[in-house]
């Protein structure tokens, strides 16, 4: 259930036609595919047509290549672990490098389905470009590999992109420090729907992505001959484009020593189950038809671990709600109101649903005349066999005479200090209102009640520089990090090797606080450490 899966690249390179120190020689058989560092830059002008290569060619460029482990994702699909096309987003996420030389401001990056393999190299030299493959396995501005031989070169010089709507993306940069973060979705998907590389309209080849400044800002996009949006194009020196340099946008690359800092494709999606055993209320004229509807799960788990019930499967379960002290002869089964999954030819049955391995689901209401103790019977279509037996309390819903801004005091129930980062670990949130004030014969006669919260998500820090590695999901788009809920209260999963061995993590809270429209931080921060597996 963890809503978040980070893939590293697992290769990257920079290309350039720059020329060397000497201002004569151009570095375009540099391969920098070893190096920590990634770079894009346009330089406009640095030597003449005196070098011998003509003033039209004195625009000098730096692209980025990056790829991905594709059959991992694919294998976490097939697994499971992440859900099907529709139901995830995936983002390209690269970090910004500091550095003392200039840095462009208000320019534009692309990032672009690469057409073409390619190979990393080895190269590390981005100053003199000194690295040259000369027939080393190695990526460079001519070749895709270290060969010489035509085959192995670049359709187009400094690399062939699609750069149709499907396969490239775009981000503005205004200061020009930022970090890169690119809805990149509809292009994971092209790749996962390839079958050993090849699609009709080759979209779906798994070459990664190139990053460069967009044509125009390069210098080399000819208006006359081709569209930044066309398919398969050619990118073309045109001397009448952009005569300003973007000197020079570096961002770290995966061999390099910050953890964090490392180029992900980084899938997102919204797992969170509410489960309303421990908030079911009654249905009231105060709500809509939907906010009327009750969910209600079943968790068949055999020795510790999530099984499908075999007379289901993957298809349909059935739900009987009853009313009394227990379900036996004197126990009566409720009509329910139609919605969810009752019909109006079937208002005591509940048509539930396959929510993922092990886990079921139904839908619906229930009115006031209803018993306030209720029995839901899980079973086949035909009655038999019963599948589980649960129970729940029902709750009134009434409206207030104040505006209510509700404060509270949570806890992480089952807090360790340490955990290993080969675990995914389960975190159970207790929390209580403020302002609960108990008499001694409430504090002897009552116990204290979990307040679940409807809208709960979660952040995670470094401790030592209170850099944030998990931000607040709570974009309307995502809401990946949306805790759930079930008749215990809330919690979240977390897969730990999304984080550094050997540090110390913070968890913080944010509830959504309906009376002022806004998600309210709340004070609390609970610690932990995660430790290398021995």
Request: proline share 3%; net charge positive; hydrophobic share 30%.
């Amino acid at each position: 259930m963890a809503a978040i899966k980070r893939y590293t690249a697992d290769a990257d390179n920079t290309i350039t036609n720059a020329f060397r120190s000497n201002l004569i020689t151009r570095g375009t058989g540099s391969n920098m595919g070893a190096s920590d560092i990634l770079e894009v830059f346009s330089i406009y002008g640095q030597a003449s047509g005196s070098s011998g290569e003509g003033t039209a060619l004195s625009q000098e460029l730096s692209r980025i290549l990056i790829n991905f482990p594709v059959s991992d994702i694919e294998t976490d699909r097939s697994g499971s672990s992440i859900p099907a096309s529709g139901s995830v987003k995936f983002y390209l996420k690269m970090f910004n490098v500091p550095h003392g030389e200039t840095t462009p401001t208000k320019y534009t990056l692309v990032a672009a389905a690469v057409s073409q393999s390619w190979h990393e190299g080895s190269g590390k030299d981005m100053e003199n470009y000194s690295d040259l493959t000369h027939n080393v396995t190695g990526s460079n501005w001519i070749y895709r590999s270290g060969s010489n031989s035509t085959t192995a070169r670049w359709n187009t010089a400094g690399g062939k992109y699609h750069l149709d709507l499907s396969s490239s993306f775009t981000q503005y940069f205004e200061g020009g420090t930022e970090d890169l973060e690119l809805d990149v979705t509809t292009l994971v998907e092209q790749w996962m729907h390839s079958a050993g590389n090849v699609l009709p309209n080759k979209r779906g080849r798994r070459y990664g992505l190139g990053i460069m400044l967009t044509a125009s800002q390069e210098a080399y996009f000819s208006s006359s001959t081709q569209s930044p949006t066309g398919s398969d194009n050619a990118i073309l020196f045109n001397p009448s484009g952009s005569k300003r340099s973007y000197y020079t946008k570096r961002f770290f690359g995966r061999k390099s020593e910050f953890f964090f800092k490392r180029p992900v494709i980084e899938a997102r999606w919204n797992d969170s189950r509410k489960d309303d055993r421990g908030s079911f209320y009654f249905s009231s004229s105060l709500l809509t038809t939907t906010e009327n509807l009750n969910q209600l799960y079943l968790y068949n788990y055999y020795r510790g671990q999530l099984r499908n019930i075999p007379g289901i499967g993957t298809k349909r379960i059935y739900v009987s709600i009853y009313s009394g002290s227990s379900v036996d002869s004197t126990s009566k089964k409720i009509t329910l109101p139609v919605g969810g999954g009752v019909t109006s030819t079937q208002r005591k049955i509940i048509t539930g649903s396959y929510v993922s391995t092990g886990i079921y689901s139904c839908s619906f209401a229930m009115t006031a005349s209803s018993t306030t103790s209720s029995f839901d019977v899980w079973h086949s279509k035909s009655g038999t066999p019963v599948y589980h037996t649960g129970s729940f309390t029902i709750k009134k819903h009434l409206a207030s005479s104040h505006n209510p801004a509700q404060s509270y005091i949570s806890n992480i129930s089952n807090l360790r200090k340490v955990y290993f980062n080969n675990e995914t670990a389960r975190f159970r949130l207790y929390t209580r209102p403020k302002d609960w004030s108990p008499t001694i014969y409430s504090v002897a006669k009552k116990k204290i009640e979990n307040n679940i919260i409807d809208s709960a998500s979660y952040q995670i820090f470094r401790v030592s520089d209170d850099y944030v590695v998990v931000p607040f999901g709570t974009s309307s788009t995502t809401l990946h990090t949306m805790m759930s809920y079930d008749v215990s209260g809330n919690y979240f999963d977390f897969n730990m090797s999304h984080l550094e061995p050997d540090y110390a993590y913070g968890i913080k809270f944010a509830y959504y606080n309906g009376a002022v429209g806004s998600w309210i931080e709340q004070p609390n921060i609970f610690k932990f450490r995660v430790e290398k597996t021995k």
